[in-house]
């Protein structure tokens, strides 16, 4: 059939393969990956997932799933509204592979378009909370209360245990912190505000605005409070509110968090969405996340770049101020291009008219007998009442297909939003009368409402001023600022993108499709059961397919990234030892190879880090394992290991690692980011492993978005699944739960059909195939470049697995180029670099996945070997050691076409060094950046329009 998929996902035609195989020396495949795979690794059971269906049937049946998701109209509120997506936003934006098939912006030079919709997306958050500075997203407002908790935590040297908060936040923010806090020893209590007893033990306080009844508490009492006892004062606050209200900074808020997803971002049964996170100068080293920031290129022209990044796990590990690596960069994108779109005024209108019929509601309400519990509010009105009023309501709303909020037992909470019209009010208005016409006129009740909040809320300064939120509201020049941004950045629209252990292989196009549809994104994530069939008969698919690929049976759909992943499954561990009567086990074994992110985690979930050496070939070292694990015998929790490992190879030794730390009563925990390189070849489960995280957003399709979105669902053994997340408003997870991790019961549950789309349309014995060509593509690009870069590890029999590491130490020695000069270097050629020096100083990290053809994996080699020649050229004395085309790298038009060129290359060489670059060139925007200079003079939000010079 013309539509089957397999060979759509595969790069390599069946000549290409032969030809590939005969440079390779191996008669075919099979004998390959014999080779590879350590035998006594293998599976013998092939995987279990269903046939391969062809893109259009795969649709079929995605569209059946989701018809059995029921959109009811919802005023559920509770941190999650529906709102209107501009259609140019969600076309050119949501659905553009320019946009969601970027990679995290490391390589800032062609990154430039999605580093400045983040750099908007922070100023939009200063300017809303009223702070000096914000990151560029967070994963969800749960977990962003959670970092702003041990924010406080941290800068007070962890010596103030106590932290207070706020008992009318949402119960998805209560029930994260009560996790987070509990994992690092942070004593939580949860008051209302005046009760807060505040003294020199609390290192800080939050409270929620609007809290989770609607209303507006003044702030100022408690955080006056804090001030005095040197608490950090925390709001929880609605960015589209702080539109009307006296912003968090000018209450003297020290750090503003919350949910940028009604500014534009579907509500997709839970997310993903973009949190945020402002505060205060003064906390800039501790801020958790990516940051943007502006800098200046080596021609001294403004270029962004992400700044401070000594604070990332990457560099800081253990130390690091969180875990975070994936964010939700295109969902930030998504918000800070709605802000652009609306500008303040449109979206204090936007804002005004929901607070308009938020009030003709409460007084209609009113009018008919009912209790509204406060006045002081912004979108959400709370009815108190009787369980039978309750009872009888909750029918009569059930009957005509509304969901309010029904969470609290008190009463009913009904939020209004953007989509929200006159009608709407009127139906509800009837509804709560329980008679059609209502005993007064609606229009009075407009004309009665249409005053302001009272003036002690009142937000009465000018915001967003900034140039970008004035000059693009005509759609025309929206669209063209949208695609101006989206062509500064390389993506998968262009060239491969080699980055070792993040997998940045084909996103179909009929994988995204389902991403789009109301059945799917439409949906609250509280909406009942009932009404999600859908959604949950797709978690069970995926949960009965990620637990045959894993050999690992209890799955969670909870942790919305890697990072959380790996911190959710060492809570289950952590749990299962308490459980057990054994809370002393703490330590978790990590070798030195590992992922920035597994120290960082381990610290997250009260872990004591003990890092294993490596050996000379990269393996963990077997020896030094024993020695560790015997030493910490009692308080033994956890190995942590990436397998196949970040050296890229299968390291034969695996099964007796696992068997050390079991023999020692610990338990085993798999980073799953290398998943590529085992489906349908080995399970985890079978090679000793307990639990695994599997990064939805490499191994399966989902995009990567520019950093995010993500999804890092866990897979754990039978005797751990009792263990893993639930939920306090939708029920999910084990009996002995390790409590919640995300805000949303399964977290960015709408890319979760990109994944379900991937694995029909792949079928089993297709996945299998993609392991395999993946691990072929990646030998073949080891050997060819070889000769030029050696690659640093192999395995027995001389293989690599689906990555490599090539070696550039020795060219730097002979030559004096850098990594870093090279992958500069490969942006003239048109190529994003691989991962840089990591895990290995001075080594590129190759990995070229299963999507990509012959020709492109030729002239990404090419282009490689391209540029050792120009290296040796130096070494040779024909090209000068300060002044060439890798020094001076990457080269943007401007220069390249500058009247005044003294270079001792010609203009030729700079930017098209291979013949093919004539035919299609992508400029990269800017010069090579100066990142110190960017840290030393650091800005993190666009200025006012009067300090851009000209
Ligand atoms: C990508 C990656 C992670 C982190 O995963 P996120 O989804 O980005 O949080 C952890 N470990 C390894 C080896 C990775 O490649």
Not at 203 to 214: A, D, T
Not at 611 to 639: I, R, W
């Amino acid at each position: 059939m013309s539509d089957v998929f397999l060979p759509r996902h595969l790069g390599l035609k069946a000549k290409d393969q032969e030809t590939m195989l005969r440079f390779l020396g191996c008669p075919d495949l099979e004998a390959l990956i014999t080779q590879v795979v350590p035998a006594h690794l293998r599976t013998t059971t092939p995987l279990h997932t269903p046939p391969a269906a062809t893109e259009s049937q795969a649709l079929t049946q995605v569209k059946v799933l989701a018809q059995r998701n029921q959109t009811w109209k919802s005023y559920q509120g509770m941190g999650y509204y529906a709102c209107i997506t501009p259609t140019v936003i969600q076309r050119n934006v949501l659905e553009h592979p320019g946009w969601y098939t970027a990679y995290t912006p490391y390589q800032a030079e062609i990154a430039q378009g999605r580093l400045e919709a983040l750099f908007n997306f922070q100023t939009l958050i200063t300017e809303l909370t009223g702070l000096d500075i914000a990151n560029a997203s967070l994963l969800d407002e749960a977990t962003a209360a959670a970092e702003a908790m041990i924010l406080s935590y941290q800068v007070h040297q962890q010596q103030r245990r106590t932290f207070w908060v706020d008992r009318h936040c949402w119960p998805q923010t209560l029930a994260v912190l009560q996790t987070r806090a509990e994992a690092v020893g942070i004593d939580l209590q949860v008051a209302e505000t005046h009760a807060f007893n505040l003294d020199e033990t609390a290192c800080g306080c939050l409270l929620q605005y609007p809290n989770s009844h609607g209303v507006l508490v003044d702030p100022q009492p408690v955080f006056t409070r804090a001030q005095t006892v040197g608490a950090l004062g925390i709001m929880a606050a609605d960015p589209l509110s702080l539109t009307q209200l006296k912003p968090p900074g000018a209450w003297g808020a020290d750090i503003a968090i919350g949910s940028t997803q009604r500014l534009g971002v579907p509500l997709g049964y839970g997310g993903p969405h973009a949190a945020y996170f402002a505060t205060r100068s003064a906390y800039k080293r501790h801020i958790p996340g990516r940051m943007v920031g502006l800098s200046k290129d080596s021609q001294g022209r403004p270029a962004l770049r992400l700044a401070l990044q000594t604070r990332e796990q990457h560099i800081r590990r253990e130390r690091a101020t969180s875990n975070i690596c994936t964010a939700q960069v295109l969902l930030a994108v998504m918000a800070s291009m709605y802000a652009v779109y609306h500008g303040a005024e449109g979206l204090r209108g936007i804002a005004q008219e929901i607070h308009h019929k938020a009030k003709a509601l409460a007084m209609g309400c009113t009018k008919l007998g009912y209790d509204v519990l406060s006045q002081d509010f912004f979108d959400t009105i709370f009815l108190t009442l009787n369980d039978m009023q309750r009872r009888e309501l909750h029918q009569r709303f059930t009957t005509a297909k509304i969901n309010l909020n029904w969470f609290y037992t008190e009463g009913v909470g009904i939020n209004l939003d953007e989509t929200t019209t006159w009608t709407d009010v009127q139906k509800l208005l009837s509804l709560f009368y329980g008679q059609e016409t209502l005993p007064f006129a609606l229009g009075e009740l407009i004309a009665q409402t249409s005053v302001h909040n009272q003036k002690v809320w009142m937000r009465t300064d000018n915001f967003l001023a900034q140039d970008v939120f004035q000059k693009y509201h005509s759609e025309t020049e929206f669209l063209r600022y949208v695609y101006r941004l989206q062509s500064r950045d390389l993506s998968l629209t262009n060239a491969m993108m080699p980055l070792g252990s993040c997998t940045m292989k084909l996103n179909a196009t009929s994988e995204m499709i389902p991403v789009s549809w109301p059945e799917f994104n439409a949906i609250h994530p509280f909406a009942p059961l009932e009404q999600t069939q859908g959604y949950h008969q797709l978690f069970e698919d995926l949960t009965t397919w990620l637990a045959d690929i894993t050999g690992l049976p209890g799955v969670s759909f909870q942790p919305n990234a890697g990072s959380q992943g790996e911190l959710t499954g060492l809570l289950v561990i952590r749990k299962y030892y308490q459980q057990r009567g054994e809370p002393q086990r703490r330590v978790c074994l990590i070798p030195q190879s590992a992922h920035g992110t597994n120290p960082a985690s381990a610290v997250m979930a009260g872990f004591q880090v003990v890092p294993v050496a490596c050996d000379n070939q990269g393996n963990v070292d077997e020896d030094d394992l024993q020695t560790k694990a015997s030493q910490y015998a009692d308080q033994l929790a956890a190995l942590m290991l990436t397998y196949p490992s970040t050296h890229g190879v299968f390291e034969t030794g695996v099964r007796e690692l696992c068997q050390i730390v079991h023999g020692y009563g610990g338990q085993v925990y798999l980073d799953g980011a290398n998943l590529n390189a085992l489906v349908g070849l080995c399970r985890p489960g079978e090679l000793g492993f307990d639990v695994c995280h599997v990064n939805l957003h490499k191994t399966f399709c989902i995009p990567h978005g520019g950093g995010g979105p993500g999804m890092g669902p866990i897979a754990v053994a039978e005797h751990l699944r009792e263990f893993l997340p639930t939920h306090p408003v939708v029920v999910t997870g084990g009996q002995s739960s390790i409590g919640t991790v995300a805000a949303a019961p399964w977290s960015s549950a709408s890319i979760l059909p990109i994944s379900w789309m991937y694995m029909v349309m792949m079928g089993a014995e297709g996945l299998t195939q993609a392991t395999r060509i993946a691990i072929l593509n990646a030998n073949y690009v080891a050997q060819r470049l070889d000769p030029y870069f050696p690659v640093l590890y192999r395995g027995k029999h001389g293989w690599v697995a689906h990555e490599c590491i090539l070696d550039l130490r020795p060219l730097k020695i002979q030559t004096g180029i850098e990594v870093e000069d090279v992958a500069k270097r490969l942006m003239d050629y048109g190529f994003h670099a691989p991962t840089m020096s990591w895990p290995v100083a001075g080594t590129l990290m190759v990995e070229p996945t299963e999507s990509e053809s012959l020709a492109e994996l030729n002239r990404f080699c090419e282009a490689m070997i391209g540029i050792y020649h120009e290296a040796m050229a130096i070494a040779q004395g024909q090209a000068d050691p300060q002044d060439n085309v890798l020094k001076n790298a990457p080269h943007p038009a401007e220069i390249v076409a500058t009247n005044a060129w003294h270079h001792s290359y010609s203009r030729e060489q700079a930017a098209y060094p291979v013949p093919g670059l004539r035919e299609v060139k992508f400029w990269p925007p800017v010069a090579r950046i100066d990142n110190a200079y960017g840290d030393r003079n650091l800005v993190c939000s666009c200025p006012p329009m009067t300090d851009y010079p000209g």
